[in-house]
């Protein structure tokens, strides 16, 4: 396992055949590595024998796993920011739980916490933070699956992906975990104007009703390119991208000049076995002196507590709302990955796999 990301609960195993008891543990592995678009076979669903925390590591029985599309790229055997999953590793994921045995001074029995703690029933961590940081106690009065979406790596990847504002806005995957989150926080901050991108009328619908976004656009049903033109006459100073590919080469002829493209993931292309062509409008960014940013959330992490404190405020007050999708059953984790590449979700993708 890389240093600095936590030990998860045995790699060895067998097939899983039967009902989890106190005495083993449920896992899903890596088993192949995906050719194109993810498969329910890629994965393999074992059981190994439950063993209690040593001296400083605490036993976490989770209770929500969650799924972001980034996922996908940990699977490919590629260098990255981080290492990539290893065959037969436990699938890498962020969950909460609850501390059931504890060895270590920081956590006691019935904590709840949130982690990348994987694919299982059952992990057992030191807590260290590292890479992908250690712990973190879910605050009292806080529901658990919050941790995951707008309070968790998604929330703060849209605050910090969203310091830079633009009068115009335009975001794409609006209606996903980040991108929700991010549309609205440029309207918070004071953006002239704020639209979405996402596919169908209900998230459409969801995006202006619900989140307060000036306006939709339904990439399944309308000519994207003369949507945005329509939106914004004089042009996008901000564009905030999750989908790259065509939606990116459209915007890329309607940003104002000296706009800012903020690159925060590419779902259209993660799946795909052999990578397309890049922008056919790339010169654009010349012609019209775009600024183009990457950003990945593990360079921000110092700056943590500032993001869960805006965010914290903004959900408190009313004006911040948030999606969860929430599918339900731990044999379903392979099927509720999907759902993020069938665009089958509004909002944050979880699935819960026990309770209190």
């Known amino acids: ?24 543990n449920a896992q899903w592995r890596l088993k192949a590595r995906p050719v194109g678009l993810v498969k329910e076979s890629d994965f393999e669903l074992v059981h190994e024998p439950l063993s209690g925390p ?13 799924f972001e599309p980034a996922m996908r790229g940990w699977l490919n055997d590629v260098p990255s920011y981080i290492p990539p999953v290893g065959l037969g590793e436990v699938m890498r994921a ?61 929330g703060l990847t849209a605050y910090f992906g969203m310091v830079e504002m633009g009068d115009t806005v ?34 459409c619908k969801w995006l202006t009703e619900q989140a307060g976004l000036d306006a939709a656009i339904d990439y399944k049903s309308e000519k994207v390119s003369a949507r945005i033109r329509e939106e914004f006459p004089k042009g996008v100073s901000l564009f905030y991208d999750n ?9 890329l002829l309607q940003m104002a000049p000296f706009g800012r493209i903020v690159l925060c993931g590419g779902i259209s292309a993660y799946n795909e076995e052999e990578l397309p062509p890049g922008p056919a409008n790339y010169m654009q960014i010349v012609i019209r002196r ?25 959900i408190r007050r009313g004006e911040l709302v948030h999606a969860e999708d929430i599918q339900e059953g731990f044999e379903n984790a392979p099927k509720t ?20």
Not at 140 to 150: F, I, K, Q, T, W
Not at 184 to 199: D, E, Y
Not at 243 to 251: F, K, N, P, R, S
């Open 54 to 66: 040593g001296d400083g590591q605490v036993l976490v029985r989770n209770h929500y796993l969650a």
């Open 337 to 356: 990955f999907l759902r993020l590449f069938e665009g089958q979700n509004l909002g944050k993708q979880l699935l819960k796999i026990a309770g209190p």
């Open 290 to 314: 775009l600024t183009v940013k990457g950003f990945i959330l593990i360079d921000h992490f110092a700056k943590a507590g500032e993001a869960i404190g805006a965010l914290s405020d903004w």
């Open 170 to 203: 335009l975001v794409s995957g609006a209606a996903g975990a980040t991108g929700s989150v991010a549309a609205q926080i440029a309207r918070l901050r004071g953006a002239a104007k704020v639209v979405g991108i996402a596919g169908g009328p209900d998230k």
């Open 1 to 24: 396992m890389p240093l600095g990301l936590p030990r998860l609960a045995g790699q060895v195993g067998r097939p899983y055949n039967e009902t989890m008891t106190e005495e083993n």
């Open 94 to 154: 962020s969950t909460v739980g609850e501390v059931v045995e504890s060895n270590h001074s920081d956590y006691a029995v019935g904590d709840m916490v949130s982690g990348m703690l994987g694919w299982q029933q059952f992990a057992l961590t030191d807590g260290a933070p590292g890479p992908m940081g250690g712990l973190t106690k879910v605050p009292a009065g806080v529901p658990p699956e919050l941790m995951l979406s707008a309070l968790g790596g998604t």
């Open 243 to 251: 989908v790259g590919g065509e939606i990116l080469d459209q915007t």
